[in-house]
């Protein structure tokens, strides 16, 4: 077969030559700078206070040892907000990123002058700022007079009450970010099919390979790392859900759209529940780190890494 | 491409960008309407009478230029550290090996795990004690490393032949220099992308710019935008699209001069060898 | 050159700087940072900025006050947490009336009873209208002074009771006059709803719900905030009637949001709306309609509670910044800035002699809708006040969603209400 293959990805080889560039901590001594001041130096406290009560009614911190964990785990409240955000989860992460694919791979093509303008038309969800975009969907999901469900008769389907409705508030949540960041994740397919020789899919058609069958032995593998990181980071990101929620609906009807971080923004800022605040924000990292930490030793294992020049 | 493919693809490009696209254009419309021409019980898509006063008034409840420079300066700065600070790191993510390795990479992905509610207080105390209170440089500081970048940046850089690596390094040219002349070179669409992600978000960034500053001469766009959202009244509607429009003007003009970069970037930039 | 002229730039930038300060050491200037919010819409940065403008020009020398806008309230109390966690507190600051509890356990802000007594020769905090009076009291002292103040009213679009064959002029008085009228008003095509009867608004319900409980003659915590009172008579009453217009009747959206409801009426989408006095600009603004402002209805009798923000100074800061951030709020708050600010914001003006000030008497005459507002507070009292008010907030808010919603009956519902707001006041 003509097609390159691309080649499971191997630990990069060391030799001494290389070595002599400098101690590879050096090169990370300008991020861990910032990092441990502004990163680290954060969740070391919130793990900290974690570990005490701190709040209205206790004005001074108290050592409590885990019971903030503990009261959590018998919250009821904290499970629904838990099931709340894995349906936001599952309800952003698998159409957010096919959207992008596949704008990435039709905005990709040669278009001519039109390219420029579906690209700004598709990215521009992004640009606009959180609490201008959220406002605005509050008015478009309006189910009296907002364009969705005006535009949605026209195609026959029945008035949905959106955000007035507790099954319908959290879908509306959805659907507005799925608008608002596919772009951001077509850009990196973007950038990640840019950086696919153009010589391998002429030598595939060469071969006779339909277009079906291009995209998926040439594209998609070398795809690979590009797919990893935007699964990652949407994993991450749709945790880290909070604007939409915040201008949106505040977490209602009945805590129907609570999700984790306007839990713990609850917590910290509006109850002043600090060392409850402080043990959702390190149950929180912890949770992500280990499900990310999942998805590499799955995933990422599997992942095509460097090209066979 | 075949004619009847390329009409497939305009069309569904057509298709899907009218959907993205129409929030903007009601934006755009109720921007330029009377108060009393907003809320009508079927939308109204033509503003009539056009109204240009609402982005008059704009400019006069904040100076909204003096943002404008402000955000250009902070988001700048912040992307021209970023890139270094990335570039050094996702490098020897991607192309080293040393012990810790994959611990360090998730120390670097912590930073996009925390929830930023929880960076404030601890943040603003360094600040404090650095004396950076109230400055653009605080609004830039905590953003200065990137996990989101380094994580970018070494997938695209892995994604680079070894054998370059094995050609460059013979020839002398390993190290920091193989990163400029091979890597960046080779990857550019990803630092374009990243660029522009980069830019977007923190032209975006609203209570940390809010939080950590307190007069007009630092402050930034978003702030100025807050003002139209009211959580009493909701929200001057007009005057918000307008500021909204105005806001992301310039986002759009950057956005339409730095997509050409992704134009056959590859090709031109020599992986022949 | 260019390097030396910008030399010269900066050298004279650093003289000007170092004159204005030698003009300033010597009247020993006090500097204030005062954080507000805005939060109904207008330009009221901007008439924050020129009222500060005034008492700096009137304190030239003295005091200055830095005017800082620091959002919504929202990020305006988050602003204020993190200053004064970092130790680094405004002097001065406005947020909402309910966060008091949170500010006095950061242990964030000084009683004022010994300036307000000798304030205007005694007569100061009488002259505030006494349900403004009442959120500034814990423990028997006052903490801060009223100042953007609102309360919910009813409004009612005139057309839509013309089309209905009802009396344009004449709102519902009582809560059966608001069922029928309501239920008159909702136009329905199909199954679907063209205009609702009333709604009322979502997100801030719990405040709108303890109104109703008040119409009914009840109450649902104590003014110490040591007792709740949610499964009496009169509130499970309230919450009942509520199921009645919404779940059963269905003559309002069962639930909805406070920026989204403002909308609905102006567009004609629901006849009769429950929301803040704050957004009365707002609607004058925007309505095509003739509309009107009343009192919510009643039952055993009108009632209603008090919102907004008011001003207060932060403990950890030297005296010498304590009395000038007094003299500060001390002017903000007199009848003749209280007027300007009420005819500014179309907040109800704090203190009753603001409406015997000429320019107020003027306003009022051409708009005398904004005068409904002021006319309630006579049976208006305080918003419930207690430690951790957030979290009954947010325990009564779920209850009443599930109740609307049919899921739990309303003396159940009110039940579990009591049963977790104990758990969460109780020492």
Redesign the interface.
Known sequence: MAIPAARV?T?????A??R??????L??L??????A???????A??TGLSAVRW???T?EPVFVGLDNYRALAGDPLFWLVLRNNLLYAVGTIPTTMA?AL??AL??N???GR?R??????????????????A??????F????G?VN?YLGYLGVP?V?W????HW?LPAIIIMSI?KHF??FM??F???L?????ELHEAAAIEGASAWRRFRHVTLP?LG??L??VF??AI??SF?VFDQV??????????QTNVL?FF???H??????LGM??AL?TL??AG??VT??VVFRGVGRRVY????? | MRTGSRLGVHLGLIALTGVTVTPYLWLLSTSLKERTAVFTPTPQWLPWPVNFGNYVEVFQRAPFGLYLVNTLIVVSGILAVQLVTITLAAYVFARRRFPGRELLFGAFLLQMMIPIHATFVPNFLTLRTLDLLNTRLAMMLPFFASGYGTFLLRQAFRTVPRDLEDAAVLDGCGGLRFLWHVLLPLTRPTLVAFGLISLVSHWNDYLWPLIVTDTPDVRTLTIGLGMFVQQESGADWTLLMAATAFVTAPLMVIFLIFQRRFVESFMTSGLKG | MRTRSMLAVVLLGMLALAGSGAVLAQGKLIRLTFYYPVGVAGPLAKVIGDMTDQFNKQEAGRIEVVPVYSGDYDPTLQKVQTAVMAGNPPDVFIVEISELHTLLAMNAIVPLDEHVKKAEGGRYWEDFFPAFRENSVVGGKIWWIPFQRSTPVLYWNKEAFRKAGLDPEKPPRSWDELREYAKRLTVRDGSEVKQWGVTISGGWHDWLFEAFVRQNGGWLINAEGTKANFTSKEAVEALEFWVDLLNQEKVGPPHSTWASTPPDFVAGRTAMLYHSTGILTFLKNSAKFDFGVAFMPARKSYGAEVGGGNLAISRKIPKERQEAAWRFIEWMTSAENAAKWSIASGYVATRASAYDRPEMKVHVEKNPEYLVARDQLKFASAKMMAPNYQKIREILKKQLDDAVDGRVNPKDALDTVQRQVMAVIKR
């Not at chain 1, 630990?11 to 030799?15: A, H, M």
């Not at chain 1, 002599?20 to 901590?25: D, F, H, I």
């Not at chain 1, 915040?246 to 805590?255: E, H, L, N, S």
């Open positions: 990805l630990p990069p080889r060391v030799s030559r290389r002599q560039a400098g101690t590879p901590y090169y990370l300008p991020s861990l700078v910032f990092l001041a502004f990163t680290y130096l954060p969740l406290t919130a709040n209205v009614l004005p959207l596949g704008a039709l905005v093509q040669p278009l039109l420029a303008v579906y690209r700004v038309g598709l990215f521009y969800p992004t640009m606009v700022p959180m609490v201008a975009a406002m605005l969907w509050v008015w478009l309006n189910p009296g007079i364009l005006h008035r009450e955000l007035y409705d507790r508030a608008w772009g951001y850009l990196i973007l950038a990640g840019q950086s696919i020789p153009a070398l790392p590009a990893l990181f990652v980071v991450i990101s880290q915040y201008v949106m609906t505040q977490g209602g009807p009945a805590d971080i713990i923004w609850q910290a800022f509006r109850f002043w529940d605040g402080a924000t929180f990292v992500l780190l990310v930490g890494y460097e090209v066979e020049g």
